[in-house]
């Protein structure tokens, strides 16, 4: 897991060179929708995309997880399949029943069924490389590999490719400071229950900042967003005592964040740490959201994987999810 975070702008740079040579066309039909589907570390790269796409795509976008597909899915359908593997059974029940509706197929993957059928029906298809045990880790190509998914069919620009450019040159430069700042923040993190906050226009990186806690470091982690849970969860902070007291809360920053998200995250933080303990301010840097974005995760993951060295695991096997998978494979 090591080797793989401190890949990643090397995987960001691989990622465009694929993603430059992919062929492909304008769907023949009106495209009036997209659909994205996929589950676990393949699909939070969706959820980032549609979170960093969020008012530049003209038409609607949304991210589906698990086994079936919504009504609306038709041949004016953009239905982009992502799955590292290419052998999630949740994924590929929904490419079948895409299929059956006739939506324009393009699928993400690494090889597996998915590429066996991308091949089978004539899909227009992106493969990434093969060989990784752990789809989390290869995020960089699933979000380069879905933006330009997009970019081919004229739904976005091109200005993702420069932007992705100058995030790799900021990274390397500042990958010695990331990772000291990463390590102090898994310290304060240590036997704590990290509860991260942010805007709503961002809640994806939250999630994913979540998932690499609960896959590498092994550790429970909890995620809501401003404004909403300033009309529920906020009334919260009084129980249970003992759990707000191991509590820790992190706050996480974009340029893009509204302004009025940002004084409501300052009015509440004194309720949080009257209840626990100093929050932890993380700040995205670069010039566009996507670089800001670039920044998180490398931050973060950097973060889960110190944490993990606190929590004596090893953050690579996901030894329950792998449990969960053959007891599945035994009851088809």
């Known amino acids: 897991m090591k080797k793989l975070i401190e890949g990643f702008t090397r995987q960001l740079t691989d990622a465009l060179r694929i993603g430059e040579a992919v062929d492909l066309v304008r769907p023949g039909s009106d495209i009036r929708n997209i659909l994205i589907t996929g589950m676990g570390g393949s699909g939070i790269g969706a959820n980032l995309v549609e979170s960093l796409t969020f008012g530049r795509v003209p038409i609607p976008m949304s991210v589906n997880k698990g086994y079936n597909i919504p009504q609306y899915v038709g041949p004016h359908t953009l239905f982009i399949a992502c799955s590292y593997s290419g052998n999630t059974e949740e994924t590929l029940s929904a490419i079948e029943k895409a299929l059956l509706k006739r939506a324009h197929i393009i699928c993400i993957t690494s090889g597996g069924k998915m590429l066996e059928i991308a091949k089978e029906y004539n899909l227009h298809y992106i493969q990434m490389p093969a060989g990784s045990s752990s789809p989390r880790a290869m995020l960089g190509y699933s979000m380069i590999s879905l933006l330009y998914a997009l970019y081919h069919t004229n ?178």
């Not at 990186?205 to 909890?222: C, P």
């Open 155 to 332: 739904l976005i620009g091109a200005a993702f490719i420069k932007e992705t450019q100058n995030a790799v040159e900021y990274l390397d430069r500042g990958e010695k400071a990331i990772q000291a700042q990463a390590e102090l923040i898994a310290k304060k993190i240590n036997g704590k229950l990290p509860i991260i906050y942010c805007d709503g226009r961002i809640e994806a990186m939250a999630v994913r900042f979540q998932n690499q806690l609960n896959e590498n470091s092994k550790h429970m982690a909890h995620v809501n967003t401003f404004p909403e849970m300033n009309h529920n969860e906020i009334v919260g902070w009084e129980h249970p005592a003992s759990v707000l007291a191991q509590s820790q809360v992190i706050y996480l920053y974009t340029d893009h964040d509204h302004v009025r998200v940002e004084k409501r995250m300052e009015l509440c933080r004194d309720i949080f740490e009257k209840k626990s303990n100093p929050i932890i301010d993380i700040v995205g840097e670069g010039a566009s959201l996507l670089e800001q974005y670039y920044h998180l995760i490398h931050l973060t993951d950097w973060i889960s994987y110190y944490l993990a060295i606190e929590n004596k695991v090893d953050p690579n096997p996901v030894e329950v999810i792998m449990y969960l998978k053959g007891e599945l494979e035994k009851i088809k």
